[in-house]
């Protein structure tokens, strides 16, 4: 069975899809099979990789809302063990009526049975806690919080744990969490107060690895892959390496996987 995880946090702009495919393709370079799945209507994720959503005739929404397998969409992504379950336009309206359905929140959890032999699935959620959101968390086994060290983001942050409580109790009683902070500025003096701030507010549930900023981390949408691809050598790919082996050492001690 895969080991899923949620990209998530209700505020945009903290690096969410950064994250999926940074930490994606580090953890690929580790002999691990990966799948990158696009949940955001916005299709940030699909768009770094590449590919034009709108020349997409089928995306994760027909998985949702049609029905269909999710093995009739998944593309390679060029880079090996790799692959991604694209959005589209349509997402939208998967994000509105998605509601309706009976047991919405365990669709996502079903349809992704089928691919269970990958052994990592990534989840790139929209920057609101909707119905999409919420079938990745009641599918997810961990959930990552990339927070900025800015307050708006860390105010952001009472709300996601309400939302982990709520998915906890509802149908997804595992689900564990941990923070990432990302875009630090290490000689910023508001930022190294907030990192000890979060640090002392949630000891272990935040992540040793930071990710700093690096403007080779606004770069890769233009190359079309990760920055561990175009550029191996940076600050950002040394610490989204960084992140997988405290991914993965996590993944061990919680689960006993990739031992």
């Known amino acids: 069975?895969?080991?899923?995880?949620?990209?998530?946090?209700?505020?945009?702009?903290?690096?969410?899809?950064?994250?999926?495919?940074?930490?994606?393709?580090?953890?690929?370079?580790?002999?691990?099979?990966?799948?990158?799945?696009?949940?955001?209507?916005?299709?940030n994720l699909t768009l770094s990789l590449g590919i034009k959503p709108y020349h997409l005739q089928r995306s994760l929404a027909d998985i949702?809302?049609?029905?269909?397998?999710?093995?009739?969409?998944?593309?390679?992504?060029?880079?090996?063990?790799?692959?991604?379950?694209?959005?589209?336009?349509?997402?939208?309206?998967?994000?509105?009526?998605?509601?309706i359905r009976e047991n919405f929140d365990l669709l996502l959890k079903e349809a992704l049975e089928e691919v269970s032999f990958y052994d990592l699935i990534m989840l790139d959620c929209p920057p609101a806690v909707g119905s999409l959101t919420q079938s990745a968390l009641a599918a997810a086994q961990l959930l990552i919080l990339p927070t900025q060290c800015e307050f708006f983001s860390t105010h952001a942050l009472r709300s996601s744990l309400n939302i982990i409580r709520t998915i906890r109790e509802r149908n997804n009683p595992a689900l564990r969490y941990r923070l990432l902070l990302t875009m630090v500025e290490p000689e910023n003096q508001i930022h190294r107060s907030l990192n000890q701030q979060i640090r002392k507010a949630f000891g272990?549930?935040?992540?040793?690895?930071?990710?700093?900023?690096?403007?080779?981390?606004?770069?890769?949408?233009?190359?079309?892959?990760?920055?561990?691809?175009?550029?191996?050598?940076?600050?950002?790919?040394?610490?989204?390496?960084?992140?997988?082996?405290?991914?993965?050492?996590?993944?061990r001690e919680t689960s006993g996987r990739f031992t």
């Open 204 to 251: 272990e549930a935040v992540f040793k690895t930071i990710i700093e900023l690096d403007n080779h981390l606004r770069e890769y949408p233009l190359h079309a892959q990760p920055i561990t691809s175009f550029a191996p050598a940076s600050l950002g790919a040394h610490q989204y390496h960084e992140l997988a082996e405290e991914v993965m050492q996590f993944v």
């Open 64 to 99: 949702l809302m049609g029905g269909q397998r999710i093995s009739s969409i998944i593309l390679r992504t060029g880079i090996k063990d790799l692959d991604l379950a694209p959005a589209n336009e349509e997402m939208r309206l998967t994000e509105q009526f998605l509601r």
């Open 1 to 43: 069975m895969s080991y899923i995880i949620a990209i998530a946090n209700e505020k945009g702009g903290v690096g969410k899809t950064t994250t999926v495919l940074s930490l994606g393709a580090a953890l690929v370079e580790r002999e691990l099979r990966v799948l990158l799945v696009d949940l955001d209507p916005q299709a």
